[in-house]
């Protein structure tokens, strides 16, 4: 399989390259650092600079040519604003999407997060609000689309190691930690299990091992 993973120098996505990696399939890194090259390829996945608040769908659908698979594992991340929720969170996850349909790549699997889908607490501090009203516009922009997506909400990432073990269901999922290296396990295993595609799961740690979780679900 040969996935392309947009936010490609992640915590996650270089988590989930090591595991491709590891089974043979090959991982393309979307990254806008060029210095974050070495850190991808040591991971065992080909770096692509791209800058997705500045690429064309055009521009990233030529990218994604011979790919099975496109992973949104992008982010603004902790320290930005509502101005890069809205420009990486959002709008990144719509060019993804569109590049992916220009291409004819239809698996894509999506990394949302806990607390979208619905609207922002009342009283909910800016930037959060800002970054859950960001994820909510981008699944719904893939919902709507002819692909066979995923989404996948986690609720709040820590770099524990694996545990191998989660809770994944439709919503609602009791909100809970869960490793980066289980979130990257189960994108895998969602790749693996394309019955998957067309559902909302949201992701926690829990008592079920990965691949039978994610199985019993497709
Ligand atoms: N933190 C939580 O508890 C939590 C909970 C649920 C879901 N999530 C979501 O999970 C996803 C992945 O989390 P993570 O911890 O792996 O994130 P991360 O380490 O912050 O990685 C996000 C990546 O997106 C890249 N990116 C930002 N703007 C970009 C652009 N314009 N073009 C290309 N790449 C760009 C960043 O690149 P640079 O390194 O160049 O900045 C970074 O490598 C995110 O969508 C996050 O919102 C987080």
Redesign the pocket.
């Not at 909400?153 to 820590?158: A, E, K, S, V, Y």
């Given at each position: 399989m040969r996935l392309v993973i947009?936010?490609?120098?992640?915590?996650?996505?270089?988590?989930l390259e090591r595991l491709l990696a590891g089974r043979g399939d090959q991982a393309v890194a979307?990254?806008?650092?060029p210095a974050?090259v070495t850190d991808v390829q040591e991971a065992g996945a080909e770096a692509v600079v791209?800058?997705?608040?500045?690429?064309s769908a055009d521009d990233v659908a030529a990218l994604l040519s011979g790919a099975d698979a496109v992973a949104?594992?992008?982010?603004?991340?902790?320290g930005?604003g509502a101005p890069?929720k809205d420009?990486?969170?959002r709008a990144?996850s719509v060019l993804m999407a569109d590049a992916a349909e220009r291409a004819g790549v239809r698996r894509f699997v999506q990394?949302?997060?806990?607390?979208a889908g619905q609207p922002p607490q009342p009283g909910s501090d800016e930037v959060w609000a800002s970054?859950i009203t960001a994820?909510t516009a981008a699944e719904a922009d893939l919902r709507a689309r002819d692909l066979d997506w995923t989404i996948l909400?986690?609720?709040?990432?820590?770099d524990a190691p694996a545990t191998g073990k989660i809770r994944i269901a439709p919503p609602p999922v009791p909100r809970g930690?869960?490793p980066?290296a289980d979130?990257a396990a189960v994108i895998a295993a969602l790749l693996d299990n394309p019955g998957t595609r067309h559902q909302t799961l949201e992701l926690a740690g829990g008592d079920s091992p990965v691949a039978a979780a994610v199985h019993s679900i497709s």
């Open positions: 947009a936010g490609g120098h992640g915590k996650i996505a270089l988590l979307l990254i806008r650092n974050h791209c800058d997705l608040e500045a690429a949104f594992a992008a982010g603004a991340g902790p930005s890069r420009s990486v969170d990144a990394v949302s997060s806990m607390g970054y994820k909400r986690p609720g709040g990432l820590t930690a869960v980066r979130v």
